[in-house]
Protein backbone atom coordinates (compact mmCIF):
# COMPACT_ATOMS: atom_id res chain seq x y z
CA UNK A 1 0.00 0.00 0.00
CA UNK A 2 1.19 3.46 -0.76
CA UNK A 3 -0.41 7.14 -1.12
CA UNK A 4 -0.77 8.37 -5.36
CA UNK A 5 2.28 6.31 -6.37
CA UNK A 6 2.43 2.25 -6.24
CA UNK A 7 3.87 -1.02 -8.14
CA UNK A 8 0.82 -0.34 -10.82
CA UNK A 9 2.24 3.06 -11.94
CA UNK A 10 3.19 3.17 -15.00
CA UNK A 11 5.17 6.53 -15.53
CA UNK A 12 5.30 8.87 -18.86
CA UNK A 13 7.82 11.49 -18.90
CA UNK A 14 7.21 14.81 -20.69
CA UNK A 15 10.38 16.43 -21.93
CA UNK A 16 12.17 13.54 -21.79
CA UNK A 17 14.30 14.09 -24.70
CA UNK A 18 15.81 16.91 -23.33
CA UNK A 19 18.79 16.86 -20.55
CA UNK A 20 16.83 17.53 -17.33
CA UNK A 21 14.06 14.75 -18.39
CA UNK A 22 17.08 12.52 -19.97
CA UNK A 23 19.07 12.62 -16.50
CA UNK A 24 16.01 12.17 -14.22
CA UNK A 25 14.39 9.13 -16.28
CA UNK A 26 17.23 7.15 -15.91
CA UNK A 27 17.43 8.00 -12.16
CA UNK A 28 13.77 7.10 -11.82
CA UNK A 29 14.11 3.87 -13.81
CA UNK A 30 17.51 2.84 -11.93
CA UNK A 31 15.80 3.44 -8.91
CA UNK A 32 12.70 0.71 -9.91
CA UNK A 33 10.28 3.15 -11.63
CA UNK A 34 8.41 1.67 -14.65
CA UNK A 35 8.77 4.33 -16.84
CA UNK A 36 6.79 3.25 -20.23
CA UNK A 37 7.10 6.58 -22.26
CA UNK A 38 8.42 9.92 -23.17
CA UNK A 39 6.60 12.43 -24.87
CA UNK A 40 8.43 16.14 -26.62
CA UNK A 41 6.30 17.25 -29.70
CA UNK A 42 7.78 16.58 -33.25
CA UNK A 43 10.13 13.56 -31.66
CA UNK A 44 7.43 11.18 -31.91
CA UNK A 45 9.56 7.72 -33.17
CA UNK A 46 12.46 8.43 -31.58
CA UNK A 47 13.59 6.15 -28.54
CA UNK A 48 15.33 7.08 -25.36
CA UNK A 49 17.16 4.16 -23.81
CA UNK A 50 14.52 1.86 -25.48
CA UNK A 51 11.74 3.91 -23.65
CA UNK A 52 9.39 5.02 -27.00
CA UNK A 53 8.85 8.54 -27.52
CA UNK A 54 5.78 9.92 -28.39
CA UNK A 55 3.96 13.19 -30.03
CA UNK A 56 1.71 13.98 -27.18
CA UNK A 57 0.03 12.56 -23.66
CA UNK A 58 -2.27 11.09 -25.62
CA UNK A 59 -0.88 8.74 -27.84
CA UNK A 60 1.59 7.85 -25.22
CA UNK A 61 -1.36 6.78 -22.55
CA UNK A 62 -3.16 4.75 -25.53
CA UNK A 63 -0.12 2.55 -26.60
CA UNK A 64 1.08 2.22 -23.46
CA UNK A 65 -1.41 2.47 -20.44
CA UNK A 66 0.90 5.15 -18.83
CA UNK A 67 -1.06 6.63 -15.72
CA UNK A 68 1.29 9.47 -14.26
CA UNK A 69 3.05 12.02 -15.80
CA UNK A 70 6.11 13.93 -14.65
CA UNK A 71 6.71 16.95 -16.64
CA UNK A 72 10.89 18.12 -17.14
CA UNK A 73 9.53 20.70 -19.29
CA UNK A 74 11.22 24.51 -19.48
CA UNK A 75 8.75 27.41 -17.50
CA UNK A 76 7.37 28.64 -20.83
CA UNK A 77 5.95 25.36 -21.99
CA UNK A 78 4.67 24.13 -18.57
CA UNK A 79 1.20 25.49 -18.86
CA UNK A 80 0.39 24.06 -22.34
CA UNK A 81 2.19 20.42 -20.94
CA UNK A 82 0.17 20.41 -17.90
CA UNK A 83 -3.26 21.13 -19.92
CA UNK A 84 -2.11 18.24 -22.61
CA UNK A 85 -1.75 16.00 -19.43
CA UNK A 86 -5.48 17.19 -17.95
CA UNK A 87 -6.92 16.60 -21.66
CA UNK A 88 -5.80 13.33 -22.00
CA UNK A 89 -6.82 12.66 -18.08
CA UNK A 90 -3.88 10.81 -16.93
CA UNK A 91 -4.69 10.68 -13.26
CA UNK A 92 -1.75 11.54 -11.61
CA UNK A 93 0.82 14.71 -13.14
CA UNK A 94 3.95 15.80 -11.53
CA UNK A 95 5.29 19.50 -12.50
CA UNK A 96 9.16 19.00 -11.38
CA UNK A 97 9.63 22.44 -13.57
CA UNK A 98 10.44 25.75 -11.47
CA UNK A 99 10.04 29.45 -12.03
CA UNK A 100 6.42 29.01 -13.64
CA UNK A 101 4.72 32.07 -14.25
CA UNK A 102 2.29 32.12 -11.42
CA UNK A 103 -0.68 33.13 -13.91
CA UNK A 104 0.34 30.10 -15.59
CA UNK A 105 0.08 27.87 -12.69
CA UNK A 106 -3.31 29.58 -11.50
CA UNK A 107 -4.28 28.65 -14.91
CA UNK A 108 -3.76 24.89 -15.74
CA UNK A 109 -4.43 24.27 -11.44
CA UNK A 110 -7.95 25.54 -12.33
CA UNK A 111 -7.90 23.47 -15.14
CA UNK A 112 -7.02 20.51 -13.57
CA UNK A 113 -9.59 21.14 -11.16
CA UNK A 114 -12.61 21.66 -13.30
CA UNK A 115 -11.46 18.05 -15.09
CA UNK A 116 -11.88 16.43 -11.92
CA UNK A 117 -9.44 13.97 -13.36
CA UNK A 118 -5.95 14.49 -12.79
CA UNK A 119 -4.44 15.29 -9.54
CA UNK A 120 -1.51 17.58 -9.68
CA UNK A 121 1.20 17.27 -7.76
CA UNK A 122 3.62 20.59 -7.73
CA UNK A 123 4.59 22.53 -9.37
CA UNK A 124 8.54 23.48 -8.81
CA UNK A 125 8.66 20.04 -6.25
CA UNK A 126 10.93 16.71 -6.18
CA UNK A 127 8.08 14.75 -7.16
CA UNK A 128 7.34 11.55 -5.14
CA UNK A 129 8.48 8.46 -3.97
CA UNK A 130 7.06 5.31 -2.50
CA UNK A 131 10.18 3.25 -1.48
CA UNK A 132 10.57 -0.24 -3.52
CA UNK A 133 7.29 0.17 -5.55
CA UNK A 134 7.38 3.57 -7.83
CA UNK A 135 9.53 6.58 -7.73
CA UNK A 136 8.16 9.90 -10.40
CA UNK A 137 10.59 12.75 -9.87
CA UNK A 138 13.87 13.82 -8.85
CA UNK A 139 13.92 12.29 -5.21
CA UNK A 140 16.80 10.30 -5.00
CA UNK A 141 15.78 6.14 -4.86
CA UNK A 142 18.63 5.17 -2.69
CA UNK A 143 18.32 6.93 0.64
CA UNK A 144 16.20 4.90 2.43
CA UNK A 145 13.58 2.31 2.42
CA UNK A 146 10.25 0.82 2.49
CA UNK A 147 8.92 1.19 5.91
CA UNK A 148 5.94 2.79 7.76
CA UNK A 149 6.23 6.60 7.83
CA UNK A 150 4.49 8.82 5.36
CA UNK A 151 6.22 12.22 5.10
CA UNK A 152 4.68 15.24 3.17
CA UNK A 153 7.00 18.02 2.73
CA UNK A 154 7.06 21.69 0.75
CA UNK A 155 10.72 21.72 0.79
CA UNK A 156 12.95 19.44 -1.64
CA UNK A 157 16.08 19.31 0.56
CA UNK A 158 14.42 19.03 3.63
CA UNK A 159 12.53 15.62 2.27
CA UNK A 160 15.95 14.06 1.42
CA UNK A 161 17.21 15.43 4.77
CA UNK A 162 14.20 13.19 6.71
CA UNK A 163 14.33 10.76 4.26
CA UNK A 164 17.99 10.13 4.77
CA UNK A 165 17.68 10.43 9.10
CA UNK A 166 14.91 7.91 9.28
CA UNK A 167 16.44 5.49 6.54
CA UNK A 168 16.58 2.38 8.67
CA UNK A 169 13.24 2.92 9.73
CA UNK A 170 11.80 3.88 6.43
CA UNK A 171 8.28 5.08 4.61
CA UNK A 172 5.73 3.97 2.57
CA UNK A 173 5.20 6.99 0.82
CA UNK A 174 7.07 10.44 0.48
CA UNK A 175 5.79 13.44 -1.19
CA UNK A 176 7.39 16.59 -1.85
CA UNK A 177 4.53 19.28 -2.73
CA UNK A 178 6.39 22.06 -3.60
CA UNK A 179 6.56 25.74 -1.95
CA UNK A 180 5.46 28.26 -4.23
CA UNK A 181 1.95 30.05 -3.73
CA UNK A 182 -0.24 27.84 -5.69
CA UNK A 183 0.71 23.90 -5.64
CA UNK A 184 -2.03 21.30 -6.48
CA UNK A 185 -1.68 18.53 -3.83
CA UNK A 186 -1.64 19.58 -0.43
CA UNK A 187 -0.48 19.42 2.88
CA UNK A 188 -3.83 17.98 3.75
CA UNK A 189 -4.73 16.21 0.54
CA UNK A 190 -1.59 14.02 1.95
CA UNK A 191 -2.55 13.88 5.57
CA UNK A 192 -6.44 12.53 4.71
CA UNK A 193 -4.19 9.88 2.25
CA UNK A 194 -1.46 8.89 5.01
CA UNK A 195 -4.79 8.66 7.64
CA UNK A 196 -6.28 6.29 5.40
CA UNK A 197 -3.26 3.78 5.15
CA UNK A 198 -3.36 1.11 6.86
CA UNK A 199 0.60 0.66 6.09
CA UNK A 200 1.20 4.38 7.32
CA UNK A 201 1.70 4.50 11.00
CA UNK A 202 3.02 7.84 12.00
CA UNK A 203 3.15 11.10 9.78
CA UNK A 204 6.10 13.92 9.38
CA UNK A 205 5.04 17.05 8.09
CA UNK A 206 7.13 19.70 6.79
CA UNK A 207 6.13 23.39 6.48
CA UNK A 208 8.08 26.16 5.70
CA UNK A 209 7.31 29.76 6.40
CA UNK A 210 4.78 32.04 4.76
CA UNK A 211 0.93 31.39 3.99
CA UNK A 212 -1.42 29.68 6.30
CA UNK A 213 -1.41 26.28 4.76
CA UNK A 214 0.32 24.72 8.01
CA UNK A 215 -2.51 26.32 10.09
CA UNK A 216 -4.69 24.83 7.78
CA UNK A 217 -3.26 21.62 8.56
CA UNK A 218 -3.39 21.79 12.01
CA UNK A 219 -7.11 22.80 11.96
CA UNK A 220 -7.78 19.35 9.70
CA UNK A 221 -5.59 17.43 12.09
CA UNK A 222 -8.10 17.98 14.55
CA UNK A 223 -10.87 17.10 13.09
CA UNK A 224 -9.78 14.12 10.87
CA UNK A 225 -6.55 12.72 11.55
CA UNK A 226 -6.29 9.80 14.46
CA UNK A 227 -2.42 9.19 13.91
CA UNK A 228 0.35 10.87 15.30
CA UNK A 229 2.09 13.88 13.25
CA UNK A 230 5.18 14.94 13.81
CA UNK A 231 5.80 18.58 12.48
CA UNK A 232 9.17 20.80 11.44
CA UNK A 233 8.63 24.35 10.18
CA UNK A 234 11.90 25.70 8.34
CA UNK A 235 12.45 29.39 8.63
CA UNK A 236 12.80 30.56 12.65
CA UNK A 237 15.43 32.68 11.43
CA UNK A 238 13.95 33.96 8.32
CA UNK A 239 13.06 37.94 8.70
CA UNK A 240 9.86 39.43 8.20
CA UNK A 241 9.03 40.81 4.88
CA UNK A 242 11.56 39.37 2.77
CA UNK A 243 10.59 36.18 0.44
CA UNK A 244 13.12 33.64 1.88
CA UNK A 245 13.49 30.88 -1.07
CA UNK A 246 10.50 29.36 -2.21
CA UNK A 247 8.47 31.99 -3.72
CA UNK A 248 5.35 31.66 -1.16
CA UNK A 249 7.86 31.68 2.03
CA UNK A 250 7.38 35.63 2.71
CA UNK A 251 5.95 36.48 5.69
CA UNK A 252 4.32 39.55 6.93
CA UNK A 253 3.80 40.89 10.31
CA UNK A 254 3.24 37.95 12.34
CA UNK A 255 1.42 36.18 9.84
CA UNK A 256 3.20 32.89 8.73
CA UNK A 257 5.87 32.92 10.65
CA UNK A 258 7.37 29.49 11.79
CA UNK A 259 6.47 30.36 15.38
CA UNK A 260 3.12 31.12 14.51
CA UNK A 261 2.75 27.64 12.78
CA UNK A 262 4.65 25.93 15.67
CA UNK A 263 2.55 27.08 17.99
CA UNK A 264 -0.90 26.01 16.13
CA UNK A 265 0.33 22.75 15.09
CA UNK A 266 1.23 22.25 19.18
CA UNK A 267 -2.07 23.25 19.73
CA UNK A 268 -3.76 19.96 18.26
CA UNK A 269 -1.30 17.65 19.53
CA UNK A 270 1.46 17.53 17.01
CA UNK A 271 4.92 17.74 18.35
CA UNK A 272 7.47 19.85 16.43
CA UNK A 273 10.62 19.85 16.13
CA UNK A 274 12.87 23.07 16.23
CA UNK A 275 15.27 21.10 13.81
CA UNK A 276 14.84 18.32 11.17
CA UNK A 277 17.10 16.15 13.67
CA UNK A 278 14.86 17.16 16.50
CA UNK A 279 11.61 16.11 14.54
CA UNK A 280 13.31 12.75 13.32
CA UNK A 281 14.34 11.70 17.06
CA UNK A 282 10.54 12.83 18.11
CA UNK A 283 9.91 10.48 15.26
CA UNK A 284 11.51 7.47 16.61
CA UNK A 285 10.30 8.34 20.12
CA UNK A 286 6.30 7.75 19.03
CA UNK A 287 7.40 4.50 17.00
CA UNK A 288 9.24 3.03 19.57
CA UNK A 289 5.81 3.90 22.10
CA UNK A 290 3.74 2.15 20.10
Not at 75 to 87: G, L, N
Not at 193 to 204: C, G, L, N, P, R
Amino acid sequence: MAIFLDANSKILVQGMTGSEGTKHTRRMVASGSNVVAGVTPGKGGQEVDGIPVFNNVSEAMAATGANVSVVFVPPKFAKAAVIEAVDASIPLCVVITEGIPIHDTAAFFQYAENSGKTRLVGPNCPGLISPGLSNAGIIPGDITQKGRIGLVSKSGTLTYQMMYELRDLGFSSCVGIGGDPIIGTTHIDCLAAFEADSETDVIVMIGEIGGDAEERAAAFIKANVTKPVIGYVAGFTAPEGKTMGHAGAIVSGSSGTAAAKKDALEAVGVRVGKTPSEAARLVREVLASR
